[in-house]
Nanobody
């Protein structure tokens, strides 16, 4: 059974930092493209960042570039999202996603497995 479990969300002030963790079970994490998405209240779920297993390349949404960093620990079957210089507009539920397919990774249909999400709230 495939499971993705996010943790590390919480309440932080503007300018603060959080580190999200996504633990993967039931899949070989080292051969997955892993992504992070977020969904703000009343808005669609949007791409934040991805990590490809093929070349260990990463990609970020323009809104988080330079502030967020995605990384993975294949030995622990986990992927992380380090978030710095947080802004109120970063407030959202953050979702981890995974797929063994090769595609752009920037859209929801690109992923086959999803976690339940973790809430991030940035106060002004």
């Amino acid at each position: 059974q495939v499971q993705l479990v996010e943790s590390g969300g919480g309440l932080v002030q503007t300018g603060g930092s959080l580190r999200l963790t996504c633990e993967v079970s039931g899949l070989t994490a080292s051969r997955l493209m892993m992504g992070w998405f977020r969904q703000a209240p009343g808005k669609e779920r949007v791409f934040v960042a991805l990590s490809r297993w093929t070349d260990m390349g990463t990609l970020y949404a323009d809104s988080v570039k330079g502030r967020f960093t995605i990384s993975r620990d294949s030995a622990k079957s986990a992927v992380f999202l380090e978030m710095n210089s947080l802004k109120p507009e970063d407030t959202a539920v953050y979702y981890c996603a995974a797929t063994g397919r090769l595609n752009s990774g920037r859209g929801r249909p690109d992923y086959d497995y999803w976690g339940q999400g973790t809430q991030v709230t940035v106060s002004s």
